[in-house]
């Protein structure tokens, strides 16, 4: 009589869970980037301590999210990433064409904008989720670096990029769950790799899903000035901390 009790149950819950599977659902993201950058900028101008000496610095990321289970049409997310570094340094080497041999004061801003389509692979475990897409990637930033002597020189650093996009998140039944996602680019001596690694916790909070997450960013961008407005050889990483909330319907 257990056993038929039982049976009973868990065909009682199929239903229900193949339901949840095809919920449309909505959902944010927001967190704070610690970042440091590493490597040079135009061509031999270092960014640590031996020359712009760049500091790491608080980002904000913010994403927003709707995914469905409507086939063949992508799932949407819109990530905004504002970071902006400063340094104190000195340096003796030519910036945007502009030589300086003295003290100076960097900013670099590194804003940019992700749209990013994506599937799901309909993979038959529970607990597993692989997306794959592409992300249309816009910078909207800036290097300027200003000397008492030499003055200032400023350069944009806008430009919109197609990446191939992929994920991977891997939950549990006790609500903790691990993600990691990429970003990539490369065509002739232009590279851009952008990684993330995700461990979250969802909270026991009935009708909506809020979880708190932190992780590990890494964005590696190498460029040609041939191609765009500067050479750039740096990584930007460093950890993020923030909470994400998510509705079905």
Known sequence: MKKTALAAAILAMAPVAAQADLLFTVGAKASVWNAEATGQ??????????????????GNQLTV??????????????????LEVDGNGTINATFADQYFNEAVATKL???????????????????????FGLTAR?????ASVSGTTAGTKSVDLDLTLPMAYGEVKVGTPFGIYAAADVNYIGFGDNKITDMSATLGYDLPIPVVDIALEGGY?????????????????????????????????
């Open 109 to 131: 801003d590194l804003a940019h904008t992700d749209l990013t389509l994506y599937w799901g692979l309909p993979l038959p475990l529970p607990y597993i989720d692989i997306n």
């Open 217 to 249: 960013r890494s964005l590696s961008l190498q460029t040609d000035s041939s191609d765009v407005d500067i050479d750039a050889d740096m990584d930007i990483k460093g950890a993020f901390f923030g909470a994400s909330l998510s509705l079905g319907f």
């Open 65 to 82: 999210f709707f995914e469905h289970p409507l086939p063949f049409i992508p799932n949407v997310k819109l990530k905004q990433t504002a």
């Open 41 to 58: 900028l135009d061509k031999n101008v270092s960014v640590e301590k031996d020359g712009l000496n760049l500091d790491s610095d608080n």
């Open 138 to 142: 816009q910078f909207d930033g800036s």
